[in-house]
């Protein structure tokens, strides 16, 4: 059990929706014009979900030095911002409805580790602008989830927030910034360090209207 919050803050990538096959095809992209021999595939980059970026670069181009992955990464996310509108990805179930109850109860913010700009097209994408009152993404200031988590509850003057998340490391980002962390178990991690657990988007959603 947690206390009843004020707000909620959604990580997106396996929490909201499923984008890893738009992900991947903007690295594959710039690969290939790059004529670099390296192809990123969907089952390696859906494991380094929720990573910030210098860790994922480190992976996919472990031969490259920081400046040239840098230079890379920037290009990857340029066109990732271009081919997303079209490609977007797969609302998880209950999404869209779940959203639009929870609003009428809670704030309701988005915090991912993305690039700058992405939360932003994956709003417009799914059309749920009307029920997200902010979101914050690592690449416009490059600081860890326990540092944006308190920068939104700081700006919006949150008293009891809670972070919903997919992976072990949005649970530990959610104890660092104080904050209990609510689990769910469809996306692409796993953690038995949960305050709360749910299997899809709907119970959630219940839950969390009934209190």
């Known amino acids: 059990m947690i206390e009843k919050p004020d707000s909620l803050i959604f990580d997106m990538d396996g929490t909201l929706w499923d984008a890893v096959d738009t992900y991947a095809e903007s690295w594959n992209i710039i690969f290939r014009e790059l004529n670099i021999d ?16 210098r860790k994922v670069i480190s992976i996919i181009m472990p031969d490259f030095d ?30 869209r409805e779940g959203l639009h109850q929870l609003a009428q109860k809670y704030d309701l913010f988005i915090l991912s580790n993305c690039a700058k700009g992405i939360i932003r097209l994956f709003i417009d994408w799914a059309g749920i602008d009307e029920h997200i009152k902010d979101e914050l993404a690592h690449g416009v200031n490059f600081m860890p989830k326990n540092h944006n988590i ?29 904050v209990p962390f609510v689990f769910v178990s469809y996306g692409f991690g796993d953690t038995d360090d949960y305050d709360l657990k749910f299997d899809d988007f709907k119970s959630l959603t219940e839950y969390f209207m009934g209190l």
């Not at 890379?72 to 179930?93: H, S």
């Not at 919006?156 to 649970?171: E, F, Q, R, S």
């Open 38 to 53: 390296i192809a990123v595939t969907r089952d390696a980059l859906a494991k380094m979900v929720g990573m910030e970026g």
């Open 66 to 95: 920081e400046e040239r992955r840098l230079e890379i990464y920037a290009m990857v996310n340029e066109r990732r911002q271009q081919i997303l509108p079209q490609m977007g990805g797969l609302l998880y179930d209950g999404v």
């Open 150 to 178: 308190k920068l939104l509850a700081e700006k919006h003057g949150l008293k009891n927030p809670v972070y919903i998340g997919d992976t072990a490391g949005d649970g530990a980002e959610s104890r660092k910034a104080g």
